[in-house]
């Protein structure tokens, strides 16, 4: 008897603690769910470039005539510019025809550069080979701020490389030098190429305008040159 009792104590001891672990169990918080990521959006479809609108012909006409009238212009402005003279006098370097004692024709000599813009034109005699220059003279000397050298067509105006000015003193100053990245102006019959520089501390009375032959197989003709300045 006494045995048994000691087994029901046991029994009962087992039950009591199995019901106390059951109430933790259940008394415990459930964890917090957690969130299921949400989908990536899809990226956006590349969106296709749209293709420029072909101009129609009236459209092109207009800006054809447009460009006509912006050359008009500019060149308007440096024609009748109060500040710009036209050379006095000019020599050069070449003449085409000028080799093996020929002399060389009319239309192609320095003295056409003189006065203003009407044509008339200095042609080298080099194509592809050496330097050449033309160096034209002026009535006032002046405190220069700008060369412009008209090209009919603009025939070798990337062959330019230096442009030189020479002082009362007879000093020549370099105040361009480089490749020329003007190109023919197919706006109008002239092509004008143009430096601009601070304007110089002495009186400038001479230009000389200086080819790289070989940077344009071509013969290079100019009608006039402006000097600019006060």
Same mark, same amino acid.
């Given at each position: @008897?006494? =045995? %048994? $009792? ?7 001891? @087992?039950?009591?603690?199995?019901? !106390? ?24 479809? /590349? ?7 072909? &101009?129609? $012909?009236? #459209? =092109?006409?207009?800006?054809?005539? &447009? ?6 212009? @500019?060149?308007?402005?440096?024609? %009748? *510019? /109060? ?8 020599? $050069?370097?070449?003449?085409?025809? *000028?080799? %093996?004692?020929?002399? /060389? ?14 044509? =008339? ?6 194509? *592809? ?11 006032? /000397? ?12 603009? $025939?070798?105006? &990337?062959?330019? %490389?230096?442009?030189?000015? #020479? ?13 020329? *990245? ?7 019959? =002239? ?25 344009? !197989? ?7 040159? #402006?000097?600019?300045?006060?």
């Amino acid at each position: @008897m006494k =045995r %048994n $009792a000691t087994i029901a104590i046991l029994i009962s001891t @087992m039950l009591l603690a199995a019901c !106390h672990k059951r109430e933790k169990v259940e008394e415990a918080p459930a964890a917090a769910a957690t969130p299921a990521a949400a989908p990536a959006a899809p990226a956006p479809a /590349p969106v296709a470039a749209t293709p420029p609108a072909e &101009q129609t $012909a009236e #459209q =092109r006409d207009l800006a054809r005539k &447009q460009g006509l009238l912006d050359y008009g212009i @500019m060149e308007d402005k440096y024609i %009748n *510019d /109060p500040r710009a003279q036209w050379a006095a006098d000019a020599k $050069a370097s070449s003449v085409f025809g *000028d080799e %093996n004692g020929k002399t /060389p024709s009319e239309v192609n000599l320095a003295k056409n550069v003189v006065g203003p813009s009407d044509s =008339r034109e200095w042609t080298n005699n080099n194509i *592809d080979k050496g330097f050449d220059w033309i160096e034209t003279t002026y009535a006032k /000397p002046v405190n220069a701020t700008e060369v412009r050298v008209i090209i009919n067509g603009g $025939a070798g105006v &990337q062959a330019i %490389n230096k442009v030189e000015l #020479q002082d009362v003193d007879g000093k020549w100053n370099t105040v361009w030098t480089g490749i020329s *990245d003007v190109k023919a102006d197919a706006r109008g019959n =002239r092509t004008w190429f143009v430096r601009t520089f601070e304007k110089t501390a002495y009186k400038a009375k001479a230009v000389k305008v200086t080819y790289a032959n070989n940077l344009d !197989h071509d013969y290079k003709k100019i009608d006039a040159i #402006q000097l600019v300045g006060d």
